[in-house]
């Protein structure tokens, strides 16, 4: 009686890095639920008009050009996000500027998650929420040290600017609105 040939079937590493190296040389990606920055435009705008973004301490002043506002959907790393952001100069002090953020956020409905003590030496110092899943948003503010105003924000400041402190408010969302935590 004659034996069926047994056929050995590849480990499951190589079907799944056949699969991923198909979808990648497709220019799509084989892994669920990766988002992509189409059709976000609307939420996008609706980021970038959000009236925290806009809303500064007296006497700060939005920082020049391209540099100074942004709105942008970044996909490259798998999943999208959408990003808006304000760079200020400000001549006070970074407890000056906590403050204001702090009660523009509880004015505006968002809630204060987490605050670091004020420094001038970059990180975040006050992280807000936003909104229900699908609707939802973070906020950010953040010192900026001298080297990052160069190296990314591509910023030389003026001889008065430099004299100033530099900050950010920066929202994000996902591009579903889905919650994000601080």
Known sequence: MPFPLHRPRPPVAVLIATALLAAGTAGCSALAPFSTCEGTDARLRELDALPLLASAPAG???APGSA????????DSGDAWLSAGRLYFYPGTAQEVVAHYREAAVAGGWQVHSMRRPSADGGVELCLTQGEEG???????RFVPRRALRDIHRLEPNRE?????????????ETDGAESSC
Do not use: M, N, T, W
């Open 135 to 141: 609707h939802a948003r973070k906020a950010e503010v």
């Open 161 to 173: 600017s430099a004299r100033k402190l530099a900050f950010e408010i920066a929202a994000e969302a």
């Open 60 to 62: 700060a002043e939005p």
């Open 68 to 75: 100074g506002a942004y709105a942008e959907c970044v996909d």
